[in-house]
């Protein structure tokens, strides 16, 4: 059974940054595409930054430029580096991997 646990939200002002982590436990991610993933209030999840087994990157055009992901399969873990933060990236941020695994989400605020 694979187990994913982020860490890293809280609460932010307009421009500042956060890194979200997500480790993994159960098996080794280095053979999988990793994503992050966030929803609004009462919208649906969306995809953030993906992250193939091989190292290519994706990202939603909202968040190009501003977040990075990567992967360090030693440690098991896959990051989402948030710069330059906007009050709408506040949400729930989800690890996944493949799609068919998630962790139970971190929240994100970007408040004065």
């Known amino acids: 059974q694979v187990q994913l646990v982020e860490s890293g939200g809280g609460l932010v002002q307009p421009g500042g940054s956060l890194r979200l982590s997500c480790a993994a436990s159960?098996?080794?991610?280095?053979?999988?595409?990793m994503a992050w993933h966030r929803q609004h209030p009462g919208k649906q999840r969306e995809l953030v930054a993906g992250i193939t087994s091989g190292g290519s990157t994706n990202y939603a055009d909202s968040v190009k430029g501003r977040f990075t992901i990567s992967r360090d399969n030693a440690k098991n873990t896959v990051y989402l580096q948030m710069n330059s933060l906007k009050p709408e990236d506040t949400a729930v941020y989800y690890c996944?991997?493949?799609?068919?695994?998630w962790g139970q989400g971190t929240q994100v605020t970007v408040s004065s």
């Open positions: 159960g098996r080794s991610i280095s053979f999988y595409a």
């Open positions: 996944n991997l493949e799609q068919l695994y």
